[in-house]
């Protein structure tokens, strides 16, 4: 049994033990959540993996192989499969502004979400190109630091 005690040792928690003790924080974490109208967190899990399930049947590949699932900061998932040999030497060759590049590099590889979905993801969250461009380079082949 753990004993917090205040200032005059008067008990204030008493806890049977550390996964009693992590139910009763996951409990007030989820009220809290509840309270502020937050995305139900199973929901969001089952939509990502309908997704990754979808893209690895239609695509003819796992996820590991020749596909990459990133997660955004909302919870969402970005499946992106392996660019076209094309793409990636154009994308290599490109002189167009580096933003610019990257975007035409990452479209044709993006499996999920659709189109819209992703343009407002990338709106949303910017910094999202920079790792869909690494996750596509590395299906690729590149690797940043050869072990």
């Given at each position: 049994?753990?004993?917090a005690m205040?200032?005059?040792n008067d008990p204030i928690v008493i806890v049977d033990s550390p996964s009693d003790a992590l139910a009763t924080i996951a409990a007030r974490r989820a009220a809290r959540r509840a309270a502020a109208?937050?995305?139900d967190d199973d929901a969001r899990e089952l939509e990502n993996a309908r997704a990754i399930d979808q893209a690895e049947e239609v695509q003819g590949t796992?996820?590991?192989k020749g596909l990459r699932v990133l997660q955004a900061p909302d919870g969402s998932v970005v499946i992106?499969?392996?660019p076209a040999n094309a793409t990636y030497r154009k994308f290599q060759d490109s002189k167009d502004k580096p933003?610019?590049?990257s975007?035409?590099?990452v479209k044709p590889c993006v499996v999920h979400p659709s189109k819209d979905a992703y343009d407002t993801l990338l709106t949303e969250y910017p910094g999202m190109l920079v790792r869909l461009v690494r996750a596509c380079a590395e299906l690729a082949g590149y690797a940043a630091e050869e072990k």
């Amino acid at each position: 049994m753990i004993r917090a005690m205040s200032d005059n040792n008067d008990p204030i928690v008493i806890v049977d033990s550390p996964s009693d003790a992590l139910a009763t924080i996951a409990a007030r974490r989820a009220a809290r959540r509840a309270a502020a109208g937050a995305e139900d967190d199973d929901a969001r899990e089952l939509e990502n993996a309908r997704a990754i399930d979808q893209a690895e049947e239609v695509q003819g590949t796992i996820v590991g192989k020749g596909l990459r699932v990133l997660q955004a900061p909302d919870g969402s998932v970005v499946i992106v499969k392996k660019p076209a040999n094309a793409t990636y030497r154009k994308f290599q060759d490109s002189k167009d502004k580096p933003e610019d590049a990257s975007k035409a590099f990452v479209k044709p590889c993006v499996v999920h979400p659709s189109k819209d979905a992703y343009d407002t993801l990338l709106t949303e969250y910017p910094g999202m190109l920079v790792r869909l461009v690494r996750a596509c380079a590395e299906l690729a082949g590149y690797a940043a630091e050869e072990k």
